[in-house]
């Protein structure tokens, strides 16, 4: 049911995992990701004909079941392959991640008795709203090339990071004002840079939708918890993981100490640990 928006002023961005989804991953906004992803990989729009996105499904249950990815799986007509992202939090791990999940893509069909002839090409377009501190760039593509000559190996895998941090204000390129419409919180902004393009004046009605549809904010909210904890349980297992160091550091430590005679107090004193884990070690 719509109701009338809240009098209290609200800002919603395309950075929450639903309302990007929406935006790019659905049947009824397809144009919307093909005007994106064009300009992001250069490709033409002619490749996506027929084109097939693979998890388009808007599950409202989604954020309460905490499975899944929120990424986006695009196939084109030829068999290439498109995975792509929004992350507001960034992790060092990230391009192995990335390098990871393509290279699951890339042989996901294919079959016993195949050619290697027959791989076809994976990209993955991951979306930062956190600094991507291996390049200054806004917009950084890696692929597999000698590493002087620059000779490209095959363009069997392709990666790309878009850093939303860098955006400048000003003199911004088709794509960086895509960037733009994806980072910004403000209704406004939105609507100043879809004046004279189509798709995002499109784009930018879906975002309206969540200003009048209770049931989409619920839904955006649960997106934003759900990535609230996901972070958190990411944060706990790193430091459970720190302290599992330490402890095995500690134990290492007190194992040497006792080589040399040391009492248990003193190593246990040395060490952090208490009498009874030194004691284990005897």
């Known amino acids: ?94 391009p192995k991640r990335s390098i990871f999940y393509c290279s699951k893509l890339i042989h996901e069909h294919f079959m016993r008795g195949f050619q290697y002839t027959q791989l076809k090409k994976c990209i993955a377009i991951n979306v930062l709203n956190s600094p991507f501190t291996l390049s200054r760039k806004v917009h950084s593509v890696y692929q597999i090339r000698e590493s002087e000559e620059q000779t490209l190996l095959d363009e069997l895998l392709e990666i790309h990071f878009l850093d939303l941090t860098k955006l400048k204000q000003e003199n911004l390129t088709s794509l960086e004002k895509w960037l733009m419409f994806i980072k910004t919180d403000s209704k406004e902004v939105r609507k100043m840079l879809a004046q004279g393009n189509p798709v995002m004046t499109k784009a930018n009605k879906v975002m309206d939708i969540f200003y009048l549809d209770e049931q989409e904010r619920k839904r955006y909210e649960a997106a934003w918890e759900y990535e609230s904890d996901r972070l958190s349980m990411i944060s706990e297992s790193e430091r459970k993981g720190l302290e599992r160091g330490s402890r095995q550091k500690a134990l290492e430590t007190a194992k040497n100490l006792l080589q040399f005679g040391l009492s248990v107090e003193n190593i246990a004193k040395a060490t952090g640990l208490n009498k009874e884990d030194v004691e284990t070690l005897i």
Do not use: C, W
Not at 33 to 41: P, R, Y
Not at 58 to 81: A, H, M
């Open 1 to 94: 049911m719509v109701r009338k928006p809240y009098n209290i002023p609200m800002r919603f961005t395309a950075r929450n995992d639903y309302a990007f989804k929406k935006l790019f991953g659905t049947e009824e906004n397809k144009d919307i990701m093909i005007e994106f992803i064009s300009l992001v990989t250069l490709l033409s729009k002619d490749d996506f004909g027929d084109v097939h996105i693979e998890n388009s499904e808007q599950i409202p249950q989604f954020y309460n079941q905490k499975t899944g990815r929120l990424d986006i799986k695009i196939r084109l007509n030829d068999g290439r392959k498109i995975d792509v992202e929004m992350q507001n939090t960034y992790f060092e791990y990230y």
